[in-house]
């Protein structure tokens, strides 16, 4: 059962505009949302997370939005540049009953910027 | 210095082999993951272990056999290779919240 809902599965953005991605969960026990970045031929890379007790995290260009009612977050890259393409994955997690965190992942999507 | 590597970064292999993948992290960390990333993307786990003890078994075939012996180092073994396991393997690492992946191992079943 997909219980991160990501969209959308690809997005192509021209140089200096905003891309969004968004994303969907169901669990309320979720209490951790990273969102992580892969390059070609390279492992995800952790880029931006958020707790459910804010509702925005800004680090340079890049933003989450979290709406805790809706159960939904979003990705916002701003002044996108051709450098910022890859996919871009959202994920959610909770401590299980043995104290780890397992994260459930969206299923990517893949952003092109065009120069 | 690499936090997390993988051996191979590529390996081809005929259906019916079996193979070994091998990852180490020079982090720290406690627990190690393998995922499971298909031809669409799809980040899939399929183990974790803390401390050499295995946390996460996902629903993958008994063909799969992870080996951590020590915190440092998790191994993947699969048996029986067939077609359908084609993927990049990943391996990761973590403390608390962050996940390190490595590089990356390209499995191609023929």
């Known amino acids: 059962q997909q219980q991160v809902k990501q969209s959308p599965q690809s997005l192509i953005v021209q140089k200096g505009g905003i891309s969004i991605i968004n994303c969907a969960y169901e669990?309320?026990?979720?209490?951790?949302f990273p969102w992580y970045q892969q390059f070609p031929g390279k492992g995800p890379a952790l880029l931006i997370a958020?707790?459910?007790d804010v509702s925005e995290k800004k680090e340079g260009r890049f933003t989450i939005s979290f709406n805790k009612s809706a159960k939904q977050f979003s990705l916002h890259i701003m002044d996108s540049q051709p450098g910022d393409s890859a996919t871009y994955f959202c994920?959610?997690?909770?401590?299980?009953?043995?104290?780890?965190?397992?994260?459930?992942w969206g299923l990517g999507t893949s952003l092109a910027v065009n120069p | 210095d690499t936090a997390v590597s993988q051996t191979p970064k590529y390996l081809v292999t005929q259906m019916g082999n079996d193979k070994s993948i091998k990852c180490e992290q020079n982090?720290?960390?406690?627990?190690m993951y393998w995922y499971k990333q298909d031809s669409k993307k799809f980040l899939k786990i399929m183990f974790s272990?803390?401390?050499?003890?295995?946390?996460i078994n996902e629903t993958v075939p008994n063909r799969f056999s992870p080996k951590s012996p020590d915190k440092a180092h998790l191994n993947l073994h699969i048996n029986s290779l067939e077609l359908g396991d084609s993927a990049v393997y990943f391996c990761?690492?973590?403390?608390?919240?962050?996940?390190?992946f490595g590089p990356g191992t390209r499995l191609t079943v023929t």
């Open positions: 994920a959610a997690s909770h401590y299980n009953a043995g104290n780890n965190r397992k994260l459930i």
């Open positions: 982090l720290g960390h406690d627990t």
């Open positions: 990761a690492s973590s403390q608390y919240d962050e996940q390190y």
């Open positions: 272990y803390n401390n050499k003890e295995l946390i």
């Open positions: 958020i707790r459910p």
């Open positions: 669990n309320t026990a979720f209490d951790y």
